[in-house]
């Protein structure tokens, strides 16, 4: 058996940290949730500020737009033109994706300095890119309602996973040695 650790030593490691990290973050997420819910700030502050700044960034483009809580859907809906809502709940602020792109960062930490670096902006990009998702998911809703369950299942799923995705890929490629020229 001890063979086995000794063999598998990286991989356990990788796994260890892995799991490690998304436990511990998830549930500190899970408690934010939980004990830092506001009415100021429905359904709590993340969630509340992904939801204003997509609203902005469609207003920026023209798009008039206006944002009230959802109180039946525990989100905030987000109305266009007046005539079509989505609601913009816990799950769509990217903070759980955002948990999974860090564990695994961390799960093939190297120095301090490069992964902070690397998270800091990774998070923020992931963040970014949530935010238009948003914003062109609103639209691409209200212009193509019959395509809302594939837009909303399928295709942005797949955009913000597959941008992790590079990342990883990315990391990964930054931690292999470089060869000497």
């Not at 796994?15 to 934010?32: D, E, H």
């Not at 809502?85 to 955002?98: L, T």
């Not at 597959?162 to 890929?169: R, S």
């Amino acid at each position: 058996m001890k063979e086995l650790f000794q063999k598998y030593k990286t991989v356990i490691r990788f796994v260890a940290l892995f799991l490690g990290t998304y436990l511990v973050l998830s549930f500190f997420y899970a408690a934010y949730l939980k004990y830092f819910s506001s009415e100021a700030f429905f359904p709590d502050f993340i969630t509340n500020l992904v939801a204003k700044q997509s609203a902005s960034l469609l207003e920026s483009f023209g798009v008039n737009t206006f944002l009230t809580p959802d109180n039946l859907g525990q989100g905030m809906l987000l109305t266009i033109e007046n005539k079509y809502s989505v609601s913009i709940v816990e799950g769509c602020n990217a903070v759980s994706v955002i948990i999974l792109f860090v564990s695994f960062i961390i799960a093939f930490a190297e120095n301090f300095k490069k992964t902070f670096l690397f998270l800091f902006a990774g998070a923020v990009l992931i963040y970014i890119v949530n935010i238009l998702r948003i914003a062109i998911l609103t639209v691409a809703f209200y212009k193509y309602p019959n395509y809302e369950n594939m837009l909303h299942g399928v295709v942005f799923p797949g955009i913000i996973y597959t941008m992790v995705f590079v990342l990883w890929m990315v990391w990964v490629w930054m931690l292999k040695p470089q060869k000497a020229a």
